[in-house]
């Protein structure tokens, strides 16, 4: 049987299972004993999968932002089981099962549970469900709507390696036996995008707070903390760069950066005067040291969240950028979805409702909230001239000092767009799509660049960076920089940087003299060089490479190795 454009159904229950299989002109319905399973084929590689006990789900949040092209149904046959009596009880063509086939994939749908395994045209088995019990619901009152906590059992194969789910801090690449959890914190991103060395892609399709849960070595429970339904697309590559080339047809694809936004970057906490962004650039020309960009962090501002700098110490910022401009030198500022609540945008926000109540941040799924972001702050810095937007705090962090920054925020809130149990990781997507989404409509005259700490699947699209966060600055860190940055980049995400030698260590700066932070900057600053966006920051009294004593020609050697090799990093940009 084949669909296409003709609508038709057809079913079949057999007397000896609890499962009935439906065929309809947009997929396959499967009600089981528990739930009822709805399969939509995407395309040849990618099937998308939703199940809910009551079948009423479409989805499990109502709302997918991160999407800008979702399902199109796509033809597909399914044979239906026979009644061979005498065929082997694991045989997909036996009566135990029927099979969806998109002419890449052979989806089998087991009818002993309504479980189901995904094997490629030649019988290959790619990932499956757990045959005994693949789906589980929990009923859980999340902000006051009853909602589920949803999980999916998968068995691996010992040779299957597992990566991709954005960013995290526990050094591991390969998940095989780790538990990871997606919640956006400072320092640990969540993208709920897994791949496989087995071929395929899971795409977990939710915000919610989530984990991949890998403890037993043999099963991986993939859980959402409040949903509708199990929502998932299973992509097919075989090749992993093919899984998140589709990833990114369904949530964007990455723009090209200015040829600039692939040099070297000068940052530390903090540049305390236009003076001293004026002179640190002019040490870099005047040493004929390569620079592309000087960056202004934190406490420009009187109030965080008004666009007024510190007259003192700013007299005439527009000025300043004109200077920098004139010697090639582009600037970036940091400021915050966070606001003072002395500050005259706060205020007003509270006032008109456009903040996230009982924070302290703007609604970033608002649109009115987003269009006062810009209009009323980021907006009025970028008539200035500033050439990039470091989006700081993107989480979002709470902003005080209970020790509740290393806890997901929004998990209890509730946004504009929703129950924020639903849609408790997507801040920083919508935070940074704001951004982009008024510079394009500003101007077509100047590339997006905006630096920020966090990152959902879509964000790639709004030519977004994202860098590891305030990581300490240490050896230990260091060494967990490169799991976290490869498994960001396998999840979809192209541009990634970290604090060069880390932020601070237990609260404090290291000092550039001390020969042991000398030898830390120095082997973190070569492998920074390597990195998508070369950039070094932290919290130090001095962080310029003329800082650094007896190492400063091995990173004066490197930042113009960097520049020898940008021909080919901007073409493969």
């Not at 690449?173 to 071929?199: H, K, M, W």
């Not at 660049?449 to 879509?458: E, I, Q, V």
Request: proline share 6%.
């Amino acid at each position: 049987m084949s669909c296409g454009a003709t609508a038709f159904a057809t079913s079949v229950v057999l007397a000896q299972t609890r499962v009935t299989i439906r065929q309809m002109p947009n997929g396959v319905v499967v009600k089981t004993a528990v739930d009822i399973l709805r399969l939509t084929v995407c395309g040849p590689t990618v099937v998308h999968v939703v199940a809910s006990p009551d079948g009423n789900a479409q989805d499990a949040t109502p709302s997918q932002p991160w999407m800008v092209k979702p399902c199109t149904p796509d033809k597909f046959t399914l044979t239906m089981p026979t009644e061979r009596a005498n065929a082997p009880q694991d045989s997909a063509s036996s009566n135990s099962a029927a099979v969806l086939d998109t002419g890449s994939l052979k989806v089998i749908i087991w009818l002993d549970s309504g479980s189901l395994q995904f094997n490629d045209e030649q019988g290959k088995r790619l990932l499956k469900e757990d045959r005994g019990s693949p789906r589980w619901y929990k009923p859980v009152t999340a902000n006051g709507e009853s909602l589920y906590r949803v999980t999916d059992h998968f068995p691996l194969p010992a040779s299957e390696a597992i990566y991709g789910l954005g960013q995290h801090q526990n050094g591991v690449f390969n998940y095989r036996g780790a538990v990871i959890e997606l919640a956006q914190v400072n320092t640990d991103v969540a993208i709920p995008l897994l791949v496989s060395t087995q071929g395929y892609g899971l795409f977990w399709n939710t915000a919610a707070e989530s984990s991949f849960d890998n403890r037993f070595p043999s099963l991986m429970r993939v859980s959402a903390e409040a949903a509708h339904a199990i929502d998932y697309y299973f992509i097919y590559g075989p090749e992993m760069d093919q899984i998140v080339h589709q990833y990114r047809t369904m949530t964007g694809h990455a723009p090209l950066f200015a040829k600039w936004s692939y040099g070297f970057f000068q940052s530390k906490d903090r540049y305390k005067s236009a003076t001293e962004l004026l002179n640190i650039a002019n040490e870099y020309r005047s040493r004929d040291v390569p620079l592309d960009v000087i960056v202004q962090d934190w406490y420009w501002w009187i109030h965080r969240g008004d666009p007024e700098f510190k007259a003192a110490e700013y007299p005439d910022i527009s000025d300043t950028l004109q200077t920098l401009h004139r010697e090639h030198v582009h600037a970036m500022l940091s400021v915050w979805p966070l606001f003072d609540p002395e500050s005259q945008n706060y205020k007003e926000m509270l006032a008109r409702g456009l903040t996230i109540r009982g924070t302290a941040d703007y609604d970033a799924t608002n649109p009115a909230a987003g269009d006062f972001y810009w209009n009323r702050l980021v907006g009025k810095e970028f008539a200035k001239g500033w050439d990039a937007f470091w989006l700081d705090a993107s989480e979002p962090e709470s902003g005080n000092s209970n020790g509740d920054d290393s806890d997901p925020l929004l998990a209890n809130k509730k946004f504009f767009l929703g129950n924020g149990a639903l849609y408790a990781n997507i801040y920083p997507l919508m935070h940074t799509g704001n951004v982009y989404r008024h510079w394009r409509e500003t101007t077509d005259q100047k590339r997006v660049f905006l630096l920020t700490r966090s990152a959902f699947s879509g964000e790639q699209r709004n030519a977004a960076a994202v860098w590891s966060g305030d990581v300490y600055s240490t050896f230990h860190a260091f060494a967990r920089q490169l799991p976290a940055g490869l498994n960001f980049a396998l999840s979809g995400m192209p541009y990634w940087t970290t604090d060069i030698a880390g932020y601070a260590a237990d609260g404090a700066g290291r000092s550039p003299d001390d020969p042991s932070y000398q030898e830390l900057y120095t082997r973190w600053f070569e492998f920074g060089t390597f990195c998508p966006i070369f950039r070094t920051h932290g919290h130090r009294v001095e962080n310029e490479l003329f800082s650094y004593g007896p190492v400063t020609p091995i990173l004066v050697n490197y930042d113009r190795f960097r520049y020898r090799l940008l021909p080919y990093i901007y073409s493969l940009a």
